[in-house]
């Protein structure tokens, strides 16, 4: 799929495409958001702190959410047409005035790449994720490639992480169905997410099912702890220390 093709319409399509649930994709993004400073607080320490990448950044959507939240934050795709709009939509949401402009500047930056081979010396992150990237990378070599690089580029005692959509979850098969950019998608369990992180050498693997419930709530939040091992959330995450 050439994301060039879509990324002008990219939130619009995943919109459409998750109506039926109740919620807006927005929704999603902020519950993933919410996992990764989590995340980065219980292995990491202050998000403030953290240098991270998002490998298939997309068009910045949790870009836009996680700028205000970690240290340093860069993102990076394949496509020229989703950083162009990952771009659009940083610079509308930085801060009035050309000094706060420059220091959300400096906290920035998006690259080309297709995540087999980045423009970073290895050990440049703390924290290097993908969300929801995977099922684009066609199974085989590729796949182990990029989680190889994203090891690479996480510094010793760094995190790996993965969020997948969990294809056990009949929802998720039904959203990736409507989806036009995910007609070529091949999805891929969380045991092969997990086998991934080890083949790259990363180890204390932790993973767990989320997405149960399209609401908003502690109680909520709860039930979806809860939940974390029972293999029918719509999406999973898989995560890795480098050693």
Same mark, same amino acid.
């Given at each position: 799929?050439? @994301? ?12 459409? #495409? ?8 927005? @929704? ?10 989590? /995340? ?43 950083? /162009?709009? *990952? ?8 801060? *009035? ?7 959300? =500047? ?18 440049? !992150? ?8 995977? &099922? &684009? ?16 580029? #996480? ?5 790996? /992480?993965?969020?997948? &959509? ?18 070529? /998608? ?14 790259? =050498? ?9 997405? !149960? ?20 959330? *719509?999406?999973?995450?898989?995560? =890795?220390?480098?050693?």
């Amino acid at each position: 799929m050439d @994301f060039d093709d879509v990324a002008a319409g990219y939130a619009q399509e995943v919109d459409r #495409a998750v109506a039926f649930c109740g919620q807006a994709q927005g @929704f999603y993004l902020d519950v993933k958001a919410r996992q990764i400073e989590e /995340a980065i607080r219980e292995r990491l320490g202050e998000p403030s702190a953290v240098r991270a990448l998002e490998v298939g950044c997309g068009p910045g959507l949790m870009q836009l959410r996680l700028r205000q939240r970690i240290g340093r934050l860069w993102g990076m795709d394949l496509s020229l047409g989703c950083l /162009a709009q *990952a771009s659009q939509v940083g610079q509308a949401a930085a801060p *009035a005035g050309a000094r706060a402009r420059a220091q959300a =500047g400096d906290r920035c930056g998006l690259v080309a790449g297709d995540g087999r081979q980045a423009p970073f010396a290895g050990g440049s !992150f703390d924290l290097v994720f993908a969300v929801c990237v995977l &099922h &684009h990378v066609p199974p085989g070599g590729w796949r182990d490639a990029m989680v190889g690089e994203m090891a690479r580029l #996480a510094r010793p005692g760094g995190l790996v /992480a993965l969020w997948e &959509h969990n294809p056990w979850n009949p929802l998720t098969r039904r959203v990736v169905a409507r989806c036009p950019f995910d007609r070529d /998608a091949a999805l891929l369990s969380l045991a092969e997410t997990r086998r991934l992180l080890r083949r790259a =050498g990363l180890s204390r693997i932790e993973s767990r099912y989320g997405l !149960f419930f399209p609401w908003r709530g502690r109680g909520w939040r709860r039930a979806e702890r809860l939940l974390a091992q029972v293999p029918l959330g *719509a999406q999973f995450v898989a995560l =890795g220390i480098k050693p």
